[in-house]
């Protein structure tokens, strides 16, 4: 999930309602972070706008202007990762 030793001022990770569980109380136990869920507001109706879900679907829909990362090719994870760093590099120089 994530490394400590790579990230160790990550003190806060936010996540889909799908990953509500068991998940919370590992991240805490095993990295000391906190996973917080971000939920739907109950009574919803149609499209809603989730405090900061918006940040991580931004973001993917950036790393997505990358051709290969369209799909998923790649057999090995750390070719992946490489490849999502180049992407996200990529979109940072592009802003600047």
């Known amino acids: 999930m994530l490394s400590r030793r790579a990230f160790p001022f990550v003190e806060r990770v936010f996540a889909d309602g799908g990953y509500a569980g068991r998940l919370v109380a590992w991240a805490q136990d095993r990295t000391h972070v906190a996973l917080e869920i971000v939920r739907r507001p109950p009574g919803a109706k149609g499209f809603v706008v989730i405090r900061r879900r918006w940040v991580v679907e931004r973001t993917f829909a950036w790393i997505m202007k990358c051709r ?29």
């Open 68 to 96: 290969r990362l369209v799909r998923d090719y790649e057999q090995l994870t750390r070719v992946a990762e490489a490849l999502i760093t180049v992407a996200a590099i990529a979109t940072l120089v592009r802003r600047r």
